[in-house]
Every structure is written in structure tokens, then in C-alpha cells.
């Protein structure tokens, strides 16, 4: 009997996408969406993080934001409202460059 990964027949193509898909959707991840970073130094952070402080961010405003899953980045995206709450507006999907090309 041969070893085989789950939605791939026994050459290593992707078979039943479906069937794998089914396997593991219900596997959690993290999303995360960066809005923005800067780096401070601990005085800097001591003296000017407070109640009521603006610390300005690296990203512009209107630039896409970044979207990761588990630490990888997988998308851009802009920030929309729904309803109460902060959603994101997928724009683009970064692709993973392939290996050998």
C-alpha cells in the first residue's frame, strides 16, 4: 500500500480539490490586518504613549493595508465600515513565487 497526501492522486496533482477542501476547512487560522508600524525606542514609547496620544504609523492614508494569515502575507485590502465595526475590502491577492522559475 502507497502513502498518499490527501486531495492528491498518486502521481502528486491535485485530485479531489473538493474532497481536501472539506479535509481541513474547519482547521482555525489567525487573519490579521496590519493598519501600519513604527518603531520606537522605550523613552520614546514611555513619553508619548498616554491616554489621548497620536503615534503616527509608516502607511498612508488610502494605501492598501496588509492581510496575513498566520504570519504570511496573502492579501491587500482597504479598511470599510460594516455596520459598527472595521472590515477589509480585498483588492489584490499576493501570489507566492513559484520555486525553479
Known amino acids: 500500500m ?43 514609547v514611555m513619553e508619548r504613549l498616554g491616554p489621548g496620544s497620536v503615534i503616527p504609523l509608516t502607511k498612508l492614508t488610502g494605501e492598501k493595508l496588509d492581510v496575513f494569515i498566520n504570519s504570511r502575507l496573502v492579501a491587500r485590502g482597504e479598511a470599510v465600515a460594516v455596520g459598527d465595526r472595521y472590515g477589509i475590502r480585498i483588492t489584490e491577492i499576493v501570489g507566492q513565487p513559484q520555486e525553479g522559475r
Do not use: C, M, W, Y
Not at 502521481?11 to 501600519?36: Q, R, W, Y
Open 2 to 44: 502507497s502513502e498518499q497526501n490527501i486531495g492528491q492522486d498518486g502521481e502528486g496533482n491535485l485530485g479531489n480539490l473538493s474532497a481536501f477542501a472539506d479535509f481541513i476547512g474547519d482547521v482555525p487560522v489567525k487573519l490579521t490586518v496590519e493598519l501600519g508600524r513604527v518603531t520606537l525606542s522605550l523613552r520614546e
